[in-house]
């Protein structure tokens, strides 16, 4: 298939999906519609779940401050998203609050008493976090805990889905046998040969001092689960992405790398050659994954959530990728030094998942969503 052919399906699917939810604005959401509250909705995962669930007809309420401008700079304003969900999600009600304030968090959940919980807010690069310890622990570890007693007080039946990421593994995915293959690394160890699974140690790693106010949220909301037998679940995430990622070069790898491409800037390679590996999974397959959750949720729950070994890549096979659909050759230097607690090679094991919820798989490949994160910038960047 032409690249230009992938362009346009995705854009095809696009719009399907809005009518969709187009077709929706003739519902009177107040009668019996269920609650979503998301947090981080005008960030790349917030955003899509929150267009998905809405597709489904529930009634939506976003928490965001746009605090990743403040994190990232201009480059990583999530306001055009905002604004993206206000004018195709009918009803769309947005609340402008930091979850690190606890009272107001506390207010708000108790105002809402949402059906569902899917929380995506969080100060999300490893490096940007050395920078910026307070707000990072504050707002990951603190913000997530403000939001679990919120619920354990108003709704502890509803599922509290929690993103959560593979940095929790700190660097210890490095230490496993490597072999190194003409473009990437991969696994040596066929124990590994589906990735990693959710049984591998968190514990005696470095992990960034984002790895780190990650684990203490990862365990809080599976304790929540455990020892209040409330629906809690934490999605490790590898690389999410998506047409809708702000991307920055501390953040969002594949979005950035499509941009400095489209913009004919140069990009940098930090270490381990270009070969460093990382799993790809589109928003909306991790949407479609929140749902299947949601509909059937189980307690205290972790699940490994990335694009598996399908949907892998290293830096330099994304070069090609990204040069296929741009038709422009991509710009880069190199340094010797890698970035701190890098993974070298990570992809999610996914038979965990598959068996808990044999509905759920992959539905876009790489190269489809690679196809559609160009197709996007080139739209945002003529604007
Ligand atoms: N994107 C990835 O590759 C990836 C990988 C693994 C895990 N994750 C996790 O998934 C989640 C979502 O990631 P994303 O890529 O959508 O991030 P994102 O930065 O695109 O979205 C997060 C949103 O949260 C908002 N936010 C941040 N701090 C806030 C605060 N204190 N109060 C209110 N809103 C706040 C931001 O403004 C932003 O819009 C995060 O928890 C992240 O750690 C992401």
């Not at 929706?24 to 019996?32: F, G, P, Q, V």
């Not at 959710?198 to 790693?205: K, N, V, Y």
């Not at 919820?357 to 876009?364: E, G, N, Q, R, S």
């Given at each position: 298939m032409k690249p230009g052919a992938i362009c346009n399906l995705a854009l095809s699917n696009r719009l399907a999906y809005s009518a969709k939810v187009a077709t929706?604005?003739?519902?009177?959401?107040?009668?019996?519609a269920k609650r979503l509250l998301v947090t981080g909705s005008s960030g790349l995962i917030g955003s899509e779940v929150s267009l998905f669930f809405s597709s489904q007809g529930f009634s939506i309420h976003g928490i965001d401050n746009n605090q990743r401008a403040v994190f990232f700079g201009p480059a990583g304003d999530t306001r055009w998203n905002q604004k993206r969900l206000t004018t195709q999600i009918p009803g769309f009600s947005h609340h402008e609050l930091d979850i690190r304030d606890r009272k107001e968090v506390l207010a708000l959940i108790d105002e809402i008493k949402p059906d569902g919980i899917v929380h995506t807010a969080a100060q999300p690069s490893h490096d940007r976090a050395a920078a910026i310890p307070f707000d990072d622990f504050d707002t990951n570890a603190v913000g997530t805990l403000n939001l679990l007693e919120a619920a354990r007080r108003t709704c502890p039946e509803a599922p509290f889905i929690h993103m959560s990421?593979?940095?929790?593994?700190?660097?210890?995915?490095?230490f496993l046998p490597l072999q190194e293959l003409e473009t990437r690394w991969d696994y040596?160890?066929?124990?590994?040969a589906h990735g990693i699974p959710?049984?591998?140690?968190?514990?005696?790693?470095k992990h960034s001092l984002f790895g780190a106010s990650k684990v203490a949220a990862d365990v809080m909301v599976q304790e929540y689960g455990r020892y209040?037998?409330?629906p809690t679940c934490c999605l490790r995430g590898g690389c999410l992405t998506g047409p809708n990622h702000s991307g920055v070069e501390l953040h969002g790898f594949l979005s950035f790398l499509a941009k400095c491409n489209l913009e004919d800037r140069e990009y940098r390679v930090f270490g381990y050659k270009g070969k460093q590996v990382r799993d790809n999974i589109h928003s909306e397959d991790v949407s479609r994954f929140i749902f299947a959750f949601f509909q059937a949720p189980r307690v205290g729950e972790v699940y490994n959530l990335g694009g598996g070994k399908a949907n892998s890549c290293s830096i330099l096979e994304a070069f090609q990728l990204v040069e296929k659909f741009s038709g422009k050759p991509m710009r880069y230097s190199y340094q010797d030094e890698n970035r701190i607690g890098d993974h070298i090679c990570y992809y999610s094991d996914l038979r965990k998942m598959k068996a808990h919820?044999?509905?759920?798989?992959?539905?876009?490949s790489l190269e489809q969503t690679v196809g559609e994160i160009v197709e996007a910038w080139n739209r945002r960047l003529e604007k």
């Open positions: 929706l604005e003739k519902i009177d959401m107040s009668k019996a990421t593979n940095k929790v593994y700190g660097d210890r995915p490095n040596a160890d066929p124990a590994y959710e049984d591998f140690s968190i514990d005696q790693s209040f037998n409330m919820y044999p509905a759920w798989d992959i539905t876009k």
